[in-house]
Structure formats: C-alpha cells, structure tokens
C-alpha cells in the first residue's frame, strides 16, 4: 500500500524564521515528489516539484530529497504571515509515467506568527 | 487560460438525489481525475482516466461514476447521494509521463442532507 507521512501540524514559526516541513514515502519506486500549498477554503496550488536526490530552491522554498531515506522535506526561509497554509506533499509512485495520479499526504498545517 | 474548470462550485443534495458535477480542462492534458478531501483524510482517488475513452476506479469509487466524454471533459455522479458523500470534490488533470504533475480545479463543495 502506497502511503505519505506527514505531521499535521499545527506547526508553528515567527515571521522571517525558517519553516520546516517534512514528508516520507513507502513506494521506493517513486520517481516524482510534489509539495503544493492549500490556503482554507481553496484547491491545492503546486509550489515545488523535485525528481532527483539533493536540493531544489526556488526563490524563498527549498525542497530536499533523499530516495534511500524515503524522505522529502521543504524549507521556507524568511516566512511570512502569507505562508500560513496546510503543505500537502504528494508522490508518483510509478516510473514509467503514471496516470493514475498523485499519493497525497494529509498535510501539515503551517501557521507564520507575526 | 481557465485551466481546469469545474461546476457548480456549491451544491446541496438530499439523500438518494442524484447530480453530475462538470469538469473541462483547457491544457490538452491527457489524463483526468476526481478527488475528495474531508477533514483528517487528506485528498483521496475517487475515479481517474487515463486518456479519452478510459477510466478507472482509485482508492474510494463506492457511489461514484464517470464519463470521459472527450478529452477535455471528466464529469462525476452521484446516482443516490448519500450524507457520507458531503464533501469537497476537486477534478484535476495532467500531462503523463514521469513528472505528472497534477493541476486541480477550483472545487465543488457538496452537502447531503
């Protein structure tokens, strides 16, 4: 069975702090790794795609992967109160280009203290 | 660029009604998909298709159907809706292939009564 781990939160962090969200998969045939953000109220927006071991930064996000460890993780440098949102990580779990969708986890819900 | 657009936004239902919601994606994507998300489970498969004339059952298709009536629309129904059907449904598409990532719909928040 394909499950996504992650801690529901609430997460807390200071405005201009660093938040730290993580995620770990079962599927060790897992290809891609997604982290999307979802404010209350709305559908989940893609923020960070990954596919390879190591580090991917875009502006202020930071996702990391690490495949022998099962394990993603994102970084929010300089948080800010617009942050505050549930991180859904999601996995493919097939390699050969998968149509039957995304493993969600069920979210951590960050929340930026001013 | 609309994306993926879904309808109605909110619906209310009595018990054994029955509704279509409406899903049409503008990006000339091949798959589609439906979900739900309630409190606690996260976003759960109901229905995908992977390409124009097929679909198949994901992790919860129970008093569901489907229709890929082309490639750019996906609609969901519930034949005899029942309470433990209140929830937020989400349609999304994407491009196959090893990257497929999932663009979503606005939502459509349904309650049975």
């Known amino acids: 069975q394909k499950e996504v781990e992650q801690n529901s939160g609430p997460l807390s962090v200071p405005e201009g702090a660093i938040a730290s969200l993580n995620c770990t998969y079962s599927?060790?045939?897992?290809?891609?790794f997604f982290w999307y953000r979802q404010y209350s109220g709305k559908s989940p927006e893609l923020i960070m795609s990954?596919?390879?071991?190591g580090d991917k930064e875009d502006g202020r996000f930071t996702a990391q992967l690490n495949k022998a460890s099962q394990y993603v993780s994102l970084l929010i440098r300089d948080s800010q109160p617009s942050d505050s949102a549930t991180y859904l990580c999601?996995?493919?779990?097939?390699?050969?280009?998968?149509?039957?969708?995304?493993?969600f986890g069920k979210g951590t819900h960050l929340i930026i203290q001013p | 660029n609309a994306g993926v657009t879904q309808t109605p936004k909110f619906q209310v239902l009595k018990t054994g009604q029955s509704m279509t919601l409406q899903c049409a994606q503008d990006?000339?994507?091949?798959?589609m998909y439906w979900y739900r998300q309630d409190p606690g489970m996260g976003l759960r498969l109901i229905y995908y298709?992977?390409?124009?004339?097929?679909?198949d059952k994901g992790e919860v298709p129970n008093g569901y159907n489907v229709s890929r009536l082309n490639k750019r629309e996906f609609s969901l129904r519930l034949e005899s809706a029942a309470p433990s059907q209140t929830s937020v449904y989400f349609c999304?598409?994407?491009?196959?292939?090893?990257?497929?990532?999932?663009?979503f719909g606005e939502g459509s928040w349904l309650t049975v009564v």
């Open positions: 999304a598409s994407s491009d196959r292939g090893r990257r497929n990532t999932i663009y």
């Open positions: 599927d060790r045939g897992s290809q891609s």
């Open positions: 990954i596919y390879s071991n």
């Open positions: 999601a996995v493919n779990p097939y390699s050969g280009g998968g149509a039957d969708g995304l493993t």
């Open positions: 990006m000339n994507h091949n798959s």
């Open positions: 298709s992977a390409s124009e004339g097929t679909t």
